[in-house]
């Protein structure tokens, strides 16, 4: 499959997808200052990005509001917080996990929100529960997506037919997730030709989401950029659960539409991402490395990463991975 | 130009090259313990490593010795009391610059050295010079190559003319080097078709040394080898000046030939190379990302990073980066 386009042109059907809050939450539990919510939003709307996923629609029912920041459950009020009056410029998502969203009650017509977009993220085996909350959200005039989990983990001939049944869905875009963090270039070149067979059929955009475990998220996105995706995640500083997630800066740095602008992020490192680093532990480290080699859940890595035993090295965290976990 | 191999295979012709010493002590003056780069030696010994730079061969009448450690100079004795008495199983090599270097002095006949490699780093402008010690070290005896330097900021024509008077001489790798941490993995790929090219006509291998200003100095590394590198540069934990290099533990846990070992590469980082973090600052962050996206050296990131003005600010440097100096 040839790419598309080249370094000096622009895509039009590009979207800038910013998951800072949603992403980083997972690390702090969604417990942000709206100050900084806000400020993101802010610099979302003058680098011209075109969507802010401002967090999750959790469950009431399995996740207690005593114990997460209001971006796990995204109320109307606090999302209308966060975006002001003024007229709207970049569209707001939040994300609902297949199995643990209310969506029916917790999910308002879109005729009554500040929200644009809800993204479902399922793994495979939860499609149809996906393919629900999808028909729920679109009937109330919603955008949506499928974020597909885990690909990595997923074999071909299954991953065919889940895109399939998904293909047939009123969804917009779907979404190729690396949550390991485990692709290489050329995963990412195969699977695109996957996803754009179906993609075509079916009239649907593609998405990329990655994490930067073996330092490959970013050369990763623009890899799924140039094979067709259109919808590109994101977050400032890379801001993610365990290594991080592709760097908007990074990304904002190689568009070419003029429409991006890089400066307004730059400026959000510099008064709100920055200071966090004493608080949140997000980014590429060697046990995140290894879990990504070996295609596993970060779980363990976050563990050892976040452990304040000083006597933890990687030698042991390798042996341990090695002898126990594979 | 179709890749060569698929992740499954490994290349014969692949060379794991480690540059932990030589790139690393452009950092510190090359004021490392004898004990630590003994520690890399023996570390690349144990996990497979092919090659590995302890340091340069630099002019004393240019730099004086009182103001660098041994690694700058690379005397015999020096090498010799590294490498040890046991049989070598790794390759040693020393960078020389062009126009930096007494050669015809300070580069003993093959015989009487430890040493198995001089590799020399050129501009285009210097490669009449280059030219010059490749001959005189060929004539000692020694593997050679050609380090052709910021090749990002060479225009094509003049590259092709390069690589041609290259390609005449006695020299055994070409390599590609991405000095400022530019180059985009399409760059890489278009890059690799003209030193194909030569590599070919001339019976030359490739080689290629990457920065990670932009987090892509892995990725165009896997990239640069399938499309036909060999010779794959590589620092322990990514030490190297600025943004750093290819972290040696990413291309350990991606090669599959089974020569190689990851293990002993972790142990070396918990030992030696972690406890550096405190002395010495590599690694990505946002002035590097600046210049590698503008295509410029990295110095100015460099004063940045190193200063200790708490009130720097990305955003700053960004300014004066695009009112000052482009």
Same mark, same amino acid.
């Given at each position: 499959? %040839?790419?598309?386009?080249?370094?000096?042109?622009?895509?039009?059907?590009?979207?800038?997808?910013?998951?800072?809050?949603?992403?980083?939450?997972?690390?702090?539990?969604?417990?942000?200052?709206?100050?900084?919510?806000?400020?993101?939003?802010?610099?979302?709307?003058? &680098? /011209?990005?075109?969507?802010?996923?401002?967090?999750?629609?959790?469950?009431?029912?399995?996740?207690?509001?005593?114990?997460? #920041?209001?971006?796990?459950?995204?109320?109307?009020?606090?999302?209308?917080?966060?975006?002001?009056?003024?007229?709207?410029?970049? =569209?707001?998502?939040?994300?609902?996990?297949?199995?643990?969203?209310? +969506?029916?009650?917790?999910?308002?017509?879109? @005729?009554?929100?500040?929200?644009?977009?809800?993204?479902?993220?399922?793994?495979?085996?939860?499609?149809? &529960?996906?393919?629900?909350?999808?028909?729920?959200?679109?009937?109330?005039?919603?955008?949506?997506?499928?974020?597909?989990?885990?690909?990595? &983990?997923?074999?071909?001939? *299954?991953?065919? *037919?889940? !895109?399939?049944?998904?293909?047939?869905?009123?969804?917009?875009?779907?979404?190729?997730?690396?949550?390991? /963090?485990?692709?290489? @270039?050329?995963?990412?070149?195969?699977?695109?030709?996957?996803?754009?067979?179906? $993609?075509?059929? +079916?009239?649907?955009?593609?998405?990329?989401?990655?994490?930067?475990?073996?330092?490959? $998220?970013?050369?990763?996105?623009?890899?799924?950029?140039?094979?067709?995706?259109?919808?590109?995640?994101?977050?400032?500083?890379?801001?993610?659960?365990?290594?991080?997630?592709?760097?908007?800066?990074?990304?904002? /740095?190689?568009? %070419?539409?003029?429409?991006?602008?890089?400066?307004?992020?730059?400026?959000?490192?510099?008064?709100?991402?920055?200071?966090?680093? #004493?608080?949140?532990?997000? /980014?590429?480290?060697?046990?995140?490395?290894?879990?990504?080699?070996?295609?596993?859940?970060? =779980? !363990?890595?976050?563990?050892?990463?976040?452990?304040?035993?000083?006597?933890?090295? +990687?030698?042991?965290?390798?042996?341990?991975?090695?002898?126990?976990?594979?």
């Amino acid at each position: 499959m %040839k790419r598309k386009g080249t370094w000096l042109t622009y895509r039009e059907d590009v979207r800038v997808f910013d998951c800072t809050i949603r992403d980083g939450g997972l690390i702090n539990n969604f417990y942000f200052d709206d100050d900084l919510v806000r400020a993101v939003y802010d610099t979302c709307e003058a &680098a /011209g990005i075109d969507y802010m996923e401002i967090g999750y629609k959790a469950s009431k029912d399995i996740f207690s509001p005593s114990n997460f #920041g209001k971006a796990k459950f995204c109320n109307e009020q606090f999302v209308r917080e966060i975006v002001g009056d003024r007229e709207k410029r970049v =569209k707001i998502s939040v994300m609902a996990d297949a199995g643990r969203t209310n +969506y029916k009650e917790d999910i308002l017509n879109k @005729s009554e929100s500040a929200i644009d977009m809800v993204r479902v993220a399922a793994y495979i085996h939860q499609i149809p &529960a996906a393919i629900d909350i999808i028909k729920d959200v679109k009937d109330k005039g919603y955008e949506s997506t499928i974020n597909l989990m885990s690909v990595s &983990a997923v074999k071909e001939k *299954e991953l065919e *037919e889940a !895109l399939e049944v998904i293909g047939k869905t009123d969804v917009d875009v779907i979404y190729l997730v690396d949550s390991f /963090g485990s692709l290489y @270039s050329e995963d990412i070149e195969n699977l695109m030709i996957t996803f754009n067979q179906v $993609a075509q059929s +079916y009239n649907k955009k593609i998405g990329i989401h990655s994490h930067n475990n073996q330092q490959l $998220a970013y050369a990763n996105t623009l890899e799924a950029m140039m094979r067709g995706a259109s919808y590109l995640d994101a977050t400032f500083g890379g801001l993610g659960r365990g290594a991080g997630n592709c760097p908007m800066e990074l990304l904002m /740095g190689f568009l %070419k539409n003029p429409k991006y602008s890089l400066r307004p992020i730059l400026k959000c490192l510099d008064d709100y991402i920055v200071p966090l680093k #004493g608080k949140m532990k997000w /980014g590429t480290d060697v046990p995140y490395m290894l879990t990504g080699q070996y295609n596993i859940h970060p =779980k !363990l890595a976050i563990s050892f990463v976040e452990s304040e035993d000083r006597n933890k090295n +990687y030698t042991e965290f390798y042996d341990s991975l090695l002898n126990e976990n594979l």
